[in-house]
């Protein structure tokens, strides 16, 4: 049974930056992708970015290329998404999920992690 605990969100100005972490255990982590998505108030959980085992695959949502970077370090079990340019609308819940490869069918991950706020004041 896969384990993820999610740190790192919280509130910051539009503009600003923000790092989520999200440590696995339970797994060989790297035989995992592993992907963030994100749900708002009221809306569906959406793709934001997903990477592969060991890094070679990688994709973001076409919203946030540019402004966010998903990266992992295997030695240590954790996944991170780096949010730079932070706008009103990125505020959301952030979730991380494993999955067998890096897609961004919501339906390809399994074990959610609890979710993160992430807030963006004006």
């Known amino acids: 049974q896969v384990q993820l605990v999610e740190s790192g969100g919280g509130l910051v100005q539009a503009g600003g930056s923000l790092r989520l972490s999200c440590a696995a255990s339970?797994?060989?982590?790297?035989?995992?992708?592993m992907g963030w998505f994100r749900q708002a108030p009221g809306k569906e959980r959406e793709f934001v970015a997903t990477i592969s085992g060991r890094g070679v695959i990688i994709d973001y949502a076409d919203s946030v290329k540019g402004r966010f970077t998903i990266s992992r370090g295997n030695a240590k079990n954790t996944v991170y998404l780096q949010m730079n340019s932070l706008k009103l609308e990125h505020r959301a819940v952030y979730y991380c999920?494993?999955?067998?490869?890096?897609?961004?069918?919501?339906?390809?991950?399994?074990?959610w992690g609890q979710g993160n706020q992430v807030t963006v004041s004006s």
């Open positions: 339970g797994r060989t982590f790297s035989n995992y992708a």
């Open positions: 999920a494993p999955g067998v490869t890096a897609t961004r069918d919501r339906y390809g991950y399994d074990h």
